[in-house]
């Protein structure tokens, strides 16, 4: 079992920046590929990006790219998304996911087994 803790949301101007952090428990941190979704109200939960288990490889959605980043850091447990020139439709609560046993990217929402509570970003105009 995995538990996901994220941190790092908060409100923002448009234009800013906001750094999440996802927290992980367990020791095979390193054998999870990790994602970030959003999900705004009751719409569908969206997915962001996406790192495999080494860190090798990304994969961002169109709305985001050259703005968000994700990274990990396998010694201290935890996946980070570096969001920059943040947009008022940005605006979502945050959650981060993990993959058991995964080497590649996964961006499928379905495909993941473990989920973090969320935290809220709200970007103002």
């Known amino acids: 079992q995995v538990q996901l803790v994220e941190s790092g949301g908060g409100l923002v101007q448009a234009g800013g920046s906001l750094r999440l952090s996802c927290a992980a428990s367990?020791?095979?941190?390193?054998?999870?590929?990790m994602g970030w979704f959003r999900q705004v109200s009751e719409k569908e939960r969206e997915f962001v990006a996406a790192?495999?288990?080494?860190?090798?490889?990304?994969y961002y959605t169109d709305s985001v790219k050259g703005r968000f980043t994700i990274s990990r850091d396998n010694v201290k447990n935890t996946v980070y998304l570096q969001m920059n020139s943040l947009k008022p439709e940005d605006t979502a609560v945050y959650y981060c996911?993990?993959?058991?046993?995964?080497?590649?990217?996964?961006?499928?929402?379905?495909?993941?087994?473990?989920w973090g509570q969320g935290t809220q970003v709200t970007v103002s105009s």
């Open positions: 790192i495999n288990n080494s860190g090798g490889s990304t």
């Open positions: 996911a993990a993959r058991s046993k995964s080497i590649v990217v996964v961006t499928t929402q379905y495909d993941y087994d473990y």
């Open positions: 367990g020791r095979t941190f390193s054998s999870y590929a």
